[in-house]
């Protein structure tokens, strides 16, 4: 039979528990969802060329196994992404163990011994088993807010291990189409070198034989010289370009040196993707954004927790224990059970430390907030200028293009000039290095033109959804899925 004040202190917990709540059980944290405060439509023009793919499937999309292999023998290597795939697991085992506070506990119990319990009494054995269960009433929410805030720091590292993926996948295919650049425009100073170098073995031959003068082959060879150093310099380029990528991917420099194309290959045009026209929809799949928005309702629940601890805690405990007596002269068995102590805790003076922990998880809660906002304007921010540096790289590639074209003209013109004896030198040689100059800056802008497309890759997310799984993640790392 339960002790009447047992009875007493659980009607009056009954009773007092609708009223909690309905009162402050329900304004323990504050509001989790917070205004995004994003524009209502970009005001960089949108690309929409050719071919439009998802954001997901982009790299698929370039026509490039060998970029593909190595974003993905990079995201398996990466320390930033083998980190983030740890946190995950650490929010989700923490996750699990904020869970399992809402439940009971439950405990075996086992012990043998021997000896006189009384003066004057036999010799005996007590063997006992039993069972032993602890429950925190949680009547306030303390237990939920935690586990509230457990969840959104799940999500909140989900969404950063997508974004070290992301990260990791843009560096490799800037590293790697700064490659295919370097290589093209090493190509473009080879042929300059080379014929340089014909220029200058034809006049050093014509001075010797007294129709062109010395200084005249002076130049030609110095011209010569300073093309092959141009060019020695671009392939120490491309090397340190290849070193990175082999850093960055694992790969094995022989064998990443025998998959890149042959120089001079022609490369694919790059895949455009679409992006929406409302900021606030396209903001919301990036996920820095995602995690930054998980990271205030863990400041939120943080503030919920605080307060629940300024209030009363009710605890019970109960236990069931069967015990064998045997001795000499036989054995006997009886059960002993308990119920309780249910156990009110009531906070009455700590000197101010729950007072201000409740503050000091207000302030990170403002603090969450001002961060949400803060890479909201960052996302929006990233997102037009890549925008607009797109759009006007576009413009300028066409115009390069054209000039390209003429220089090359102008150099062919000139030099049937000069082997006509119509032309100097130096008219030459300046024709020359504006063709050069025209092709280069062609090269450079095809190659800002991809990089451009891959910051826009990012600054849209790279194809983050919040409901995608995490790949690698030990199914034991937290609560069931």
Not at 114 to 141: C, H
Not at 335 to 345: H, I, V
Not at 410 to 418: E, G, I, S
Request: aromatic share 4%; hydrophobic share 45%; charged share 20%.
């Amino acid at each position: 039979m339960m002790p009447p004040t047992t009875l007493l202190l659980l009607k009056r917990v009954a009773a007092l528990a609708p009223l909690c709540l309905l009162t402050a059980c329900a304004s323990l944290a504050p509001d989790d969802r917070v205004e995004a405060r994003a524009p209502a439509q970009w005001v960089a023009p949108l690309p929409h060329q050719g071919s439009v793919d998802k954001l997901s499937g982009w790299w698929e999309a370039q026509r490039d196994p060998l970029l593909v292999e190595l974003i993905r023998s990079a995201q398996e290597v990466s320390p930033t992404v083998s980190s983030a795939l740890a946190r995950v697991e650490s929010q989700r085992a923490q996750q699990a163990a904020a869970q399992a506070k809402l439940l009971p506990s439950l405990s075996a119990q086992t012990g043998l011994r021997r000896g006189i319990a009384l003066p004057g009494s036999a010799l005996a054995t007590r063997t006992d088993a039993g069972l032993q269960a602890s429950w925190e009433l949680d009547w306030l929410g303390a237990n939920r807010q935690a586990l509230r805030a457990a969840g959104g720091r799940v999500k909140g590292s989900a969404a950063q291990w997508h974004e070290a993926r992301v990260s990791v996948a843009a560096e490799v295919a800037q590293l790697y189409y700064s490659l295919r650049s370097c290589r093209r425009q090493a190509e473009l100073l080879r042929e300059d070198a080379e014929s340089r170098a014909r220029t200058a073995r034809l006049i050093e031959l014509s001075a010797r034989a007294g129709w062109s003068a010395d200084a005249e082959a002076a130049t030609a060879q110095a011209s010569a010289a300073q093309s092959r150093s141009r060019l020695t310099q671009q392939l120490a380029q491309c090397d340190i370009d290849i070193k990175g990528l082999v850093a960055l991917t694992g790969v094995e420099e022989a064998a990443l040196r025998a998959k890149l194309p042959a120089e001079g290959s022609v490369e694919p045009a790059t895949a455009p993707f679409a992006i929406t026209s409302l900021p606030a929809q396209l903001v919301s799949q990036r996920p820095d954004v995602y995690a930054a928005e998980r990271e205030v309702v863990w400041a939120a629940a943080q503030v919920g927790t605080a307060q629940a601890a300024r209030l009363p805690r009710l605890s019970l405990d109960g236990s069931i224990t069967a015990v064998r007596l045997a001795n000499g002269g036989g054995s006997q068995d009886y059960t002993l059970w308990t119920l309780g102590p249910l156990a009110l805790d009531l906070p009455i003076f700590d000197a101010g430390q729950r007072r201000a922990a409740v503050e000091s998880a207000r302030a990170g809660y403002r603090d969450a907030v001002i961060a949400y906002q803060g890479r909201v304007r960052q996302a929006v921010r990233e997102v037009e200028e890549a925008l607009v540096n797109l759009r006007a790289g576009d413009e300028r590639l066409q115009d390069v293009q054209l000039a390209a074209q003429g220089y090359a003209r102008a150099l062919a013109a000139t030099h049937a000039r000069h082997a006509q004896g119509l032309a100097s030198l130096l008219e030459l040689e300046d024709a020359r290095r504006s063709a050069v100059a025209a092709r280069t800056e062609v090269e450079y802008l095809a190659l800002s033109r991809r990089l451009h497309w891959i910051s826009l890759y990012r600054a849209a997310g790279g194809g983050f959804s919040p409901d995608q799984p995490v790949a690698g993640l030990s199914q034991d790392a937290g609560s069931p899925r």
